[in-house]
């Protein structure tokens, strides 16, 4: 019995306590059957037997069942107990009404069985005594037919004897039937059939069968050998030949060494003929090269790596000149669809690993000759457009230049840069591998490119050599207007360029490469405007020195060659004066193609004591009725030393900028420095200095329209080679204003019109 519960049981549970139930019945054991009893109640009881098992003590039970429970317990343990009860008896009910029909079924079974056992073993008795009768019949028969049999037997193995004879007479006849009509297997066949007999008996009765069938034989053997080096031949059938010849016990590894060759040179010869197409039925020929000799997949697996080495190794040499990205994707892709296949059939010559590795290698000198000939479209765009300038071609030769140069730079990289997006193509299998790869190569050729870009600019220049020079530059020095495009290029490579190409990495680059983990990204924009804004900068200052040292070479030549001290009287401005202002206005024109117009912004003035007063304090000029005195005029170099001191202060040389104004203005400041300095390095007479004094009078003017926002420096300037001049002259006596002011009139009258004079 079991403690009943709030709930009814489960139906789990009461199978298993129908289960043993029924087992506690039908048996006799003391195995303890499973109780549906509440656990909490029986350890609460403490008792020393289940109440299920067979050493139940119902006396020990309820005693102890009195003592420990009070009177409430009790009331709860019988309605428990009659509940359980109740619940029992419904459930043999149950298992007697779900039996009955099955002990019915049983009971009708059984006399059924008894019912068909009567009259059994009559039937068997007889059909005991029938196998009996059979039996002895059959060896009555037996013992009658056994001579007969025996003879027959005897004549049936003599008959097979003949036939055999018969097969060996015959067989020249059947090998030449099989000749003609191209049966080589069966020929094979019938030879080694009867090879055991010829083995035996080829020396005695025979001989003249064996010697026909031999021969025989060897036709069969060149047919097949012809058959197997045959090409038009069907794989199947050179197979069939190789196995029939391995019958007939013929050597087929030289067979197996000449036709290796002979697939060896005609793959390398179909390769070797296309070029960039895909070779035909690659792996066809391999997988029946390995049907037909099992054993040379050795030899196959080294043909193939060396069959795909040499066709990649014929894509490098394509390389060498500028091959674009699809024809590239084109070739690898025919190339990985032989690969592919062949490895199906030979996947031990591991070629999708070579192919890898080839592409890799591709690939990368791909990129880097891409670059190399962009820097070289460039470099061809910038020389040609410049020297073509040179030529006369036009007053907007050296924008068009720089145009052209603009649209190599950006045009040029922008292109590479879509270019290169192609190698991420998910159709060719091997890309996808070597995406992280193609994102470093890209970013550092990028890098490499303007650094490169930089040094190229730096050798045109003429600031280093360079090999890119040499191949597309004349032998020729390079002109000087090429340096001022070249400051112009830098500076619209760091303002333009660099940020667009920036833009289009990360737009289509952005993947952290494999080198980004270790050494950061291999592009770095900002290190790489700051070398053009550096260029720019050197770039700009060489022009200007260039053209004040080729107007300088100009000037020594002006006042080495006269003897100053022995100078005549001043007839006209000295025509110097003129391929003065031609440099300087040719510096303009040019400056002028290539530069903004800047703001007019005029010159600082500052006092030497601090004052931001101008002052009208100026050197002292002698008057011209005096006379030469020696103590007046140290009197006088002192007075204008002195002036020096307290006049204004100019800042002549400020910071060059990227503007016309600035350009032009650096130039005329710096030769009318180098003028004073030349002029220092004479000593005059009274006309030579007199004529130096006409010169920069006549200067002043033009110099003042192309320094349209440094008048004060420019006056500042010639003022400073008058006063040079007047402290190297021997009898510092200048012109008069008259005499200046005719001599400069007939100057300009002579420019204007010069067949007037």
């Known amino acids: 019995m079991a403690a009943a519960t709030s709930a009814p049981p489960a139906l789990d549970d009461k199978a298993k306590r129908t289960r043993d139930l029924l087992a506690s019945f039908y048996t006799n054991s003391n195995a303890n059957p499973s109780s549906s009893s509440s656990p909490e109640s029986i350890n609460s009881m403490d008792m020393a037997a289940p109440i299920n098992s067979s050493s139940f003590d119902p006396h020990s039970y309820m005693s102890l069942l009195v003592q420990k429970s009070n009177l409430e317990e009790l009331l709860q343990n019988h309605v428990q107990m009659a509940a359980e009860i109740k619940n029992l008896d419904t459930d043999?009910?149950?298992?007697?009404?779900?039996?009955?029909?099955?002990?019915?079924?049983?009971?009708?079974?059984?006399?059924?069985?008894?019912?068909?056992?009567?009259?059994?073993?009559?039937?068997?008795?007889?059909?005991?005594?029938?196998?009996?009768?059979?039996?002895?019949?059959?060896?009555?028969?037996?013992?009658?037919?056994?001579?007969?049999?025996?003879?027959?037997?005897?004549?049936?193995?003599?008959?097979?004897?003949?036939r055999k004879v018969q097969f060996i007479y015959d067989l020249p006849t059947r090998l030449n039937k099989c000749i003609k009509a191209e049966a080589y297997s069966d020929a094979v066949r019938f030879f080694t059939g009867a090879k055991p007999i010829f083995q035996a008996y080829g020396d005695s009765s025979f001989q003249e069968c064996m010697r026909a069938s031999e021969e025989a034989i060897n036709i069969v053997i060149e047919n097949l050998k012809a058959k197997l080096y045959s090409d038009s031949e069907p794989i199947e059938a050179r197979a069939e030949a190789v196995v029939l010849l391995k019958q007939l016990n013929f050597p087929v590894d030289n067979l197996k060494s000449n036709l290796l060759e002979k697939l060896e040179d005609c793959l390398l010869r179909l390769e070797d003929d296309s070029k960039d197409a895909s070779v035909g039925n690659i792996a066809k020929t391999f997988r029946a090269y390995l049907i037909i000799f099992p054993d040379s997949e050795r030899r196959l697996i080294q043909l193939a790596q060396t069959l795909f080495s040499r066709r990649y190794d014929t894509v490098r040499e394509l390389l060498k000149k500028r091959v674009a990205s699809v024809d590239l994707l084109g070739m690898l892709g025919a190339i990985w669809e032989d690969v592919t296949s062949v490895d199906q059939v030979l996947p031990e010559a591991a070629l999708p690993a070579l192919s890898l590795e080839a592409a890799r290698n591709i690939i990368k000198q791909h990129i880097s000759v891409a670059f190399f000939h962009l820097l070289c479209e460039?470099?061809?765009?910038?020389?040609?457009?410049?020297?073509?300038?040179?030529?006369?071609?036009?007053?907007?030769?050296?924008?068009?230049?720089?145009?052209?140069?603009?649209?190599?730079?950006?045009?040029?990289?922008?292109?590479?840069?879509?270019?290169?997006?192609?190698?991420?193509?998910?159709?060719?299998?091997?890309?996808?591998?070597?995406?992280?790869?193609?994102?470093?190569?890209?970013?550092?050729?990028?890098?490499?490119?303007?650094?490169?870009?930089?040094?190229?600019?730096?050798?045109?220049?003429?600031?280093?050599?360079?090999?890119?020079?040499?191949?597309?530059?004349?032998?020729?020095?390079?002109?000087?207007?090429?340096?001022?495009?070249?400051?112009?290029?830098?500076?619209?490579?760091?303002?333009?360029?660099?940020?667009?190409?920036?833009?289009?990495?990360?737009?289509?680059?952005?993947?952290?490469?494999?080198?980004?983990?270790?050494?950061?990204?291999?592009?770095?924009?900002?290190e790489i405007c700051r070398l053009f804004r550096s260029d720019g900068e050197i770039f700009l200052h060489l022009y200007i020195n260039r053209k004040t040292r080729k107007i300088t070479v100009l000037l020594k030549k002006r006042f080495t060659t006269p003897i100053w001290i022995k100078h005549k009287e001043p007839r006209e401005v000295h025509m110097f004066v003129d391929l003065l202002l031609s440099e300087v206005e040719g510096a303009g024109m040019e400056v002028k193609q290539m530069l903004p117009c800047g703001t007019n912004k005029r010159h600082r003035h500052s006092d030497s004591t601090g004052s931001t007063t101008s002052s009208s304090r100026s050197n002292p000029i002698p008057n011209p009725t005096s006379r030469p005195n020696p103590h007046r005029t140290k009197s006088q170099f002192l007075e204008s030393h002195l002036a020096k001191l307290f006049e204004q202060k100019l800042d002549i040389f400020t910071k060059v900028e990227y503007t016309q104004e600035s350009v032009i203005s650096t130039v005329v400041k710096l030769v009318l420095k180098s003028l004073q300095e030349l002029v220092r390095l004479q000593t005059f007479n009274r006309t030579g200095y007199q004529q130096i004094q006409l010169d920069m009078e006549y200067l002043k003017a033009p110099l003042k329209n192309l320094v349209e926002d440094d008048h004060a420096v420019v006056d500042f300037l010639l003022k400073e080679v008058n006063n040079a001049a007047h402290e190297r002259c021997l009898d510092p006596i200048p012109l008069e204003a008259p005499i200046l002011d005719k001599l400069i009139t007939a100057k300009l009258a002579k420019n204007k019109d010069p067949s007037s004079l």
């Open 92 to 162: 043999l009910q149950m298992l007697v009404y779900e039996n009955y029909n099955k002990f019915i079924s049983a009971t009708d079974t059984i006399k059924r069985m008894k019912s068909n056992i009567v009259g059994m073993e009559t039937n068997m008795e007889q059909l005991l005594a029938k196998i009996t009768s059979v039996q002895s019949k059959s060896d009555t028969v037996n013992t009658c037919l056994f001579e007969k049999r025996e003879h027959i037997e005897k004549l049936h193995r003599s008959r097979n004897l003949l």
């Open 378 to 526: 460039i470099s061809d765009a910038l020389i040609g457009s410049v020297e073509k300038s040179n030529e006369g071609t036009g007053e907007l030769a050296l924008q068009n230049a720089l145009e052209k140069s603009k649209k190599a730079v950006m045009q040029g990289s922008m292109d590479l840069l879509l270019e290169f997006q192609e190698f991420y193509d998910e159709k060719l299998e091997l890309l996808p591998k070597l995406r992280d790869l193609i994102t470093d190569w890209v970013q550092e050729g990028f890098q490499e490119f303007f650094q490169n870009l930089h040094a190229h600019f730096l050798a045109l220049s003429g600031q280093k050599e360079s090999s890119i020079i040499q191949m597309t530059a004349t032998k020729d020095k390079l002109p000087t207007a090429l340096v001022l495009v070249l400051s112009q290029l830098s500076l619209y490579t760091e303002q333009a360029v660099i940020p667009k190409i920036t833009e289009g990495i990360a737009a289509s680059f952005s993947g952290v490469g494999v080198r980004a983990y270790e050494y950061g990204p291999a592009f770095v924009p900002g």
